[in-house]
């Protein structure tokens, strides 16, 4: 592979969520934002205008969720496609009906409350860096601040069922999830493999809903074993 690999972190993150795969991983990686705007469409949209011609397109959680929306809209630009610990499908209402009281907390100045006890918890596997992963998921969430947060939050809530894009999409494609991932279960990655069964679904023991710091060596084998993977046709 030699096009440019473009990762797109998960709400409330940032590039340290891939710094193991920018590290361990060989090539052209870069890592994009997605914090300009309040829609799924907009920020694929910022993404794509950032971009070069042609690229590999890596997402986790919400990263996921744009990268999907990449391909609903430009399928020709990304060669291939890894989606980690992500839905394919729109919010269920009532996801939908906890996002307004987090999103009050946070313009209240409660952003680390609504981190610390409604998300955290749910995010990791148990394992000997958990402590310093959540620290580091804490650090992100704060630097990137409350009107981030109530964007993503926004963007989560009002986005498309992408599953008609993961069927014509025939690109070489990697499924991945922890399998200890409470957010994005395994039956989600389940379910996009069967949409997409050229894809390759791996499924990472011991982590949760970030193998990307929780597992990075096994992480790191299944994308290296997917950039190396021949194009359809």
Not at 148 to 174: H, K, N, W
Not at 182 to 197: I, Q, T
Not at 213 to 230: D, F, G, Q, V
Request: aromatic share 2%; charged share 25%.
């Amino acid at each position: 592979m030699t096009e440019p690999l473009i990762l797109l972190p998960g709400m409330m993150c940032d590039g340290r969520l891939f710094s193991p795969q920018a590290a361990g991983l060989p090539g052209d990686i870069r890592t994009a934002g997605l914090t300009s705007a309040d829609s799924v469409q907009a920020l694929a949209a910022h993404v794509l205008a950032e971009a070069p011609g042609r690229f590999a397109l890596g997402g986790l959680s919400m990263g996921g969720i744009v990268a999907m929306e990449i391909v609903r809209q430009a399928p020709d630009r990304v060669t291939r496609l890894a989606l980690m610990d992500t839905n394919p499908l729109a919010e269920r209402d009532e996801v939908k009906a906890r996002r307004g009281p987090q999103m009050d907390k946070a313009r209240q100045g409660r952003l680390a409350e609504v981190i610390r006890d409604e998300m955290k918890p749910n995010y990791l596997a148990d394992g000997p860096r958990r402590a310093e992963i959540l620290d580091l998921c804490m650090e992100m969430a704060l630097e990137l601040g409350p009107e981030v947060f109530c964007r993503q939050s926004v963007a989560l809530r009002d986005r498309p069922d992408q599953t008609e894009t993961l069927r014509a999409y025939r690109g070489p494609t990697l499924i991945l999830c922890g399998a200890d991932d409470k957010p994005c279960p395994v039956s989600r990655h389940e379910l996009m493999h069967g949409l997409m069964p050229h894809a390759t679904l791996t499924i990472i023991a011991r982590a949760g809903h970030l193998p990307t710091l929780e597992r990075p060596e096994e992480t790191n084998a299944a994308l290296a074993r997917w950039l190396t993977l021949e194009p359809a046709g």
